[in-house]
């Protein structure tokens, strides 16, 4: 049965995992056998109970089975979107999605299914109970701990992060926002802003910061861009930073409502739009739906998908967008530097070489590392220098803001990547550049942001400084 689950479900999890050599392959295969082990705890104790098992089993088997056809064709993540697709899609379109390979994966299942059942019935359950009740159980307890040493060890991955997806869908947000704020008042009625939303970009990993590569060969080259090398943020993980960019929450606040910067800026009058190539969190999606408008681009698939769109595929409704009006607010939420960082550019941005070829970290070299992330930020030059070619073309007031979460560990203390404790990820990219006629209209607003380019500043600047650009006041009742 064990073989059977790896087959269906379980190995889906790894299938599209990127390995190089054969240590790296013994490795995560000792990690899916750790893995299954603990499936196998939870799966033996219910085959102890007739007929539970011949209920519960058949469900979550041919369920979890539909789950992991789309993991293993199409590499797709298990969501909260997801969960939300399956749920809430009309028959007639899914019906489209029934296509000769799913049909005769599942029909396999089916097999495999009735040949576990049969094979069920004709168990010894009483005996199976005095030898393997203790073995199985420690197997159940094995997850917990496993997941309390390393959290996302195991639940993460198929069959455990249906669950969780489940469950975060159904998930109240524990945020508390501030619907009706009073005393705003907006003074233009043509601006255009593009608030551009990164991820794990670390300020001194920026030509345009000093850094000794060119990371930045199209924005190195301007001189209306303007970057922060000194920016401070204490929140090291997207559910916590992300909220905190977006309200009037201050990095010490925790406990009262906050405002959201759309909020205002739909009562100013502005056309408020979400594009997002991240999977939303519940921790940010009540902000995030207090624009206007949520697109969410490859919404079925997360940073544990190794087949990502690029953020390049915000560009074209960014496009539609800048055409409907001339008061308008667009967020462009990106995967950026996350890992996977081979994942997150094309082959034209691979300036550094070499790069990582397995997703093994330990089995990998600094070079290696820095290398790859390095090339995203290359990748990221682009993408804001596109940008920056649109908006130059509005006739209207335009400025961006690129501001990044937070930023990345490459090696320092031998950590790697984020949600950690170290100052490499309290210093995120922070850029804005003004178009011509913003510069004419507000020269006030300009430059006083470029007096404190090299001060050191706090993320808390973030929220008050777009509401200035947007030319909003908000006038707090006494």
């Given at each position: 049965m064990n073989?059977?689950?790896?087959l269906f479900i379980t190995g889906a999890s790894y299938y599209h995992v990127p390995l190089e050599?054969?240590?790296?392959?013994?490795?995560?295969f000792l990690h899916l056998c750790a893995l299954q082990a603990t499936v196998a705890g939870f799966l033996y104790v219910l085959s102890l109970f007739k007929w539970p098992f011949r209920i519960i089993f058949p469900i979550l088997f041919l369920a979890y089975s539909g789950f992991s056809f789309w993991a293993y064709s199409q590499d797709i993540s298990i969501t909260p979107s997801l969960i939300q697709g399956v749920l809430e899609t009309k028959p007639d379109i899914a019906i489209d999605l029934i296509t000769v390979p799913y049909f005769v994966f599942y029909v396999m299942a089916v097999a495999a299914l009735i040949f576990i059942l049969k094979w069920?019935?004709?168990?010894?359950?009483?005996?199976?109970?005095?030898?393997?009740?203790?073995?199985?159980?420690?197997?159940?307890?094995?997850?917990?701990?496993?997941?309390?040493?390393?959290?996302?060890?195991?639940?993460?991955?198929?069959?455990?992060?249906?669950?969780?997806?489940?469950?975060?869908?159904?998930?109240?947000?524990?945020?508390?926002?501030?619907?009706?704020?009073?005393?705003?008042?907006?003074?233009?009625?043509?601006?255009?802003?593009?608030f551009v939303l990164g991820e794990t970009l670390r300020a001194d990993h920026l030509h345009l910061n000093g850094y000794f590569r060119n990371t930045t060969p199209?924005?190195?080259k301007r001189d209306d861009v303007i970057s922060y090398p000194d920016l401070f943020t204490s929140k090291t993980i997207t559910a916590t930073s992300v909220p905190q960019m977006l309200t009037d929450q201050n990095l010490e606040d925790t406990i009262r409502p906050f405002t959201s910067l759309y909020t205002v800026a739909n009562i100013g009058g502005f056309k408020t739009t979400w594009i997002g190539n991240q999977t939303m969190e519940t921790s940010y999606l009540p902000i995030a739906e207090t624009n206007d408008d949520l697109i969410l681009v490859d919404k079925y698939r997360s940073v544990f998908s190794f087949d990502k769109e690029l953020d390049g595929v915000m560009l074209k409704p960014m496009d539609s967008l800048l055409k409907l009006?001339?008061?308008?607010?667009?967020?462009?939420?990106?995967?950026?530097?996350?890992?996977?960082?081979?994942?997150?550019?094309?082959?034209?941005?691979?300036?550094?070489?070499?790069?990582?070829?397995?997703?093994?970290?330990?089995?990998?070299?600094?070079?290696?590392?820095?290398?790859?992330?390095?090339?995203?930020?290359?990748?990221?030059?682009?993408?804001?220098?596109?940008?920056?070619?649109?908006?130059?073309?509005?006739?209207?007031?335009?400025f961006m803001i690129y501001a990044s979460d937070h930023g990345e560990l490459l090696g320092e203390g031998g950590?790697?990547?984020?949600?950690?404790?170290?100052?490499?990820?309290?210093?995120?990219?922070?850029?804005?550049?003004?178009?011509?006629?913003?510069?004419?209209?507000?020269?006030?607003?300009?430059?006083?942001?470029?007096?404190?380019?090299?001060?050191?500043?706090?993320?808390?600047?973030l929220y008050p400084t777009m509401l200035d650009l947007l030319d909003i006041e908000v006038n707090t009742p006494q």
């Open positions: 073989i059977i689950i790896v050599g054969f240590k790296d392959r013994i490795i995560y069920h019935s004709n168990l010894d359950r009483q005996r199976g109970l005095k030898i393997m009740i203790v073995p199985a159980l420690a197997l159940m307890v094995m997850f917990y701990l496993m997941e309390r040493r390393q959290y996302g060890i195991f639940k993460f991955r198929l069959p455990y992060n249906v669950a969780v997806a489940v469950e975060e869908y159904f998930e109240k947000p524990n945020l508390e926002l501030n619907m009706n704020p009073k005393g705003i008042v907006s003074s233009s009625d043509s601006i255009k802003a593009v199209f924005l190195s009006s001339n008061k308008q607010l667009i967020t462009l939420h990106m995967i950026g530097s996350h890992w996977w960082y081979e994942n997150r550019y094309e082959d034209k941005h691979r300036f550094f070489k070499p790069v990582i070829d397995s997703k093994y970290i330990p089995s990998l070299s600094e070079e290696q590392i820095i290398n790859s992330y390095d090339n995203t930020i290359v990748y990221l030059d682009e993408f804001l220098h596109n940008i920056i070619t649109r908006l130059e073309s509005e006739s209207v007031p335009s950590k790697w990547l984020h949600a950690q404790e170290d100052d490499a990820l309290k210093n995120p990219g922070y850029i804005l550049w003004f178009s011509e006629s913003f510069r004419i209209n507000y020269p006030q607003k300009v430059r006083a942001l470029e007096v404190l380019h090299d001060q050191p500043i706090s993320m808390d600047l």
